[in-house]
């Protein structure tokens, strides 16, 4: 495959799969701003990477696990803050309408957020999780099921509160 085939291929990629990267990074950063540079970064350096893809099957995987990891090292060297002006249009874009459930959703860890997105939104099973995320399928299901217990607990909270 010629170059430019290779960058026609590649921007098609990034195409398709920029809502799904955009939910994984919202799902550990929780700003629109860091979600773009975070996404940006990962597709950079999956350009600058794509001659080690070994087999362009695993392409969404390996760019998940690049942004994923962007993202972390993201988290760690940034300052809290919160994205007031576009809270509400994210909440939209990740379809879930429900406010108590994306405050609640706000309260989980990021790990805990980004394998209920995988999970659900994005429909990796837990063996596919364990690997993006470098962790063991064991880890994945805890994480599953802490996230759902403590969304759970924080919904009747709630509701046991009206």
Avoid at 26 to 40: G, K, M, P, S
Avoid at 59 to 71: G, Q
Avoid at 145 to 160: H, I, N, P, V
Wanted: aromatic share 10%; charged share 30%; net charge positive.
């Amino acid at each position: 495959m010629t170059g430019h085939e290779s960058d026609a291929w590649f921007s098609g990629q990034i195409e398709k799969l920029g809502p799904t990267l955009f939910r994984v990074a919202f799902a550990i950063l929780r700003n629109r701003t860091d979600c773009e540079d975070a996404a940006q970064n990962a597709v950079l350096k999956a350009y600058r990477n794509l001659r080690t893809l070994k087999q362009r099957a695993y392409f969404k995987t390996w760019l998940i696990r690049i942004l994923k990891n962007e993202c972390f090292d993201m988290l760690k060297h940034r300052r809290p803050t919160v994205d007031v002006a576009t809270q509400g249009e994210l909440r939209y874009e990740m379809a879930v309408p429900d406010l108590d459930l994306n405050r609640a959703f706000d309260r989980l860890s990021p790990e805990e957020r980004l394998t209920i997105t995988l999970y659900y939104y994005e429909g990796y099973d837990t063996r596919e999780i364990a690997y993006l995320t470098e962790v063991s399928e064991g880890t994945v299901r805890s994480r599953l099921s802490r996230g759902r217990a403590s969304l759970r607990a924080m919904l009747q909270e709630k509701e046991a509160a009206k």
